[in-house]
Nanobody, 126 residues
Framework: QLQLVESGGGSVQPGGSLRLSCAAS????????IGWFRQAPGKEREGVSC????????NCADSVKGRFTISRDNAKNTVYLQMNSLKPEDTAVYYC???????????????????WGQGTQVTVSS
């Protein structure tokens, strides 16, 4: 069974940067679409960004366009989320998730993802 572990979260001031990592074990990530999601207190889980299994297709939420970049290194079985120009509204628990239900593209629908990490906290505050 695919297991995902997020790391790289923490506290940062507005305008700062963090890089989240999603490391996989149990199976190779080569065939999995990976998505990043986040959930703030009292809010629903929302899609942040996703990347196709080959890395050739990505998608991201309007709220993070131009600030967040998703990438993957299948040789390292890891997907990254580079977050720049962080804002207080980016504060949330960030989750990575994997699915094989779609191929050749990616979508940020949580219900399509079968495998989830435990989450990592990102706090943006002055």
């Amino acid at each position: 069974q695919l297991q995902l572990v997020e790391s790289g979260g923490g506290s940062v001031q507005p305008g700062g940067s963090l890089r989240l990592s999603c490391a996989a074990s149990g199976f190779t990530l080569d065939y999995y679409v990976i998505g990043w999601f986040r959930q703030a207190p009292g809010k629903e889980r929302e899609g942040v960004s996703c990347i196709s299994s080959s890395g050739g297709s990505t998608n991201c939420a309007d709220s993070v366009k131009g600030r967040f970049t998703i990438s993957r290194d299948n040789a390292k079985n890891t997907v990254y989320l580079q977050m720049n120009s962080l804002k207080p509204e980016d504060t949330a628990v960030y989750y990575c998730a994997g699915t094989v239900r779609v191929q050749g593209m990616c979508v940020m629908w949580p219900r399509l993802y079968d495998y989830w990490g435990q989450g990592t906290q990102v706090t943006v505050s002055s």
